[in-house]
């Protein structure tokens, strides 16, 4: 699921360097090879998770450098990157429940969503259903759920690969898709009783 505006396509230009193991292949494949273990699955401040290098043009001319065997050709090519931005609303799947708060898909990572975050209510953790449950409106959020979320937080640890999303449910029309139903259902029922 998750949003498309976190996805984006960029255009690049980088010197790749070809192993002289990959001589035999042909240079565009062996280049997209190589850029794809340097790039796929790592993170980049300015562009986000790069998820996947397509569209290689590179030179035929390469350079040797002395003492290493590859040679080293300019490359131009595509990558697609997943880049969660703060403010953004977004929709998901509720993939997991703990009893700190629920983690929701949005496609190549998951965004946390802290208990505190979810409800304007004390929510308590029934471990058997995997679910959390509001104490006074006995709103229920569990696996599967479809929710609507805001991201409040985005880091990144370029060591380690890692990106970790925080997001928020408490504000008006975000949360559980059904909430958001018998929210809206709310307002405009009053609104058409009050036209009568």
Not at 119 to 144: F, H, N, P, Q, W
Request: charged fraction near 30%; glycine fraction near 8%.
């Amino acid at each position: 699921m998750g949003a498309s505006a976190m996805f984006y396509v960029y255009r690049v230009y980088d010197i790749v360097r070809i192993p002289p193991e990959m001589f035999e292949r042909p240079l565009k494949e062996a280049a997209l090879i190589s850029l794809r273990e340097k790039y796929e699955g790592t993170i980049d401040k300015e562009l986000g998770l790069i998820l996947a290098v397509f569209d290689v043009n590179v030179s035929e001319e390469g350079t040797i450098i002395h003492g290493d065997g590859a040679t080293y050709h300019d490359a131009e090519f595509s990558m697609l990157t997943f880049k969660p931005l703060i403010k953004e609303v977004v929709e998901g799947e509720v993939v997991e429940i703990t009893d700190f708060g629920a983690f929701v898909n949005l496609g190549p990572l998951d965004a946390l969503t802290h208990k505190s975050q979810i409800l304007d209510d004390v929510l308590m953790y029934d471990s058997r259903r995997g679910a959390l449950i509001g104490k006074e409106t006995k709103k229920i959020l569990e696996k599967g759920d479809l929710v609507r979320i805001r991201i409040i937080a985005v880091s990144a640890s370029l060591s380690n690969k890692v990106m970790k999303i925080g997001a928020t449910m408490r504000q008006p029309f975000l949360g559980k898709l059904e909430w958001i139903r018998e929210d809206l259902e709310r307002i405009y029922g009053k609104k058409e009783e009050k036209k009568k």
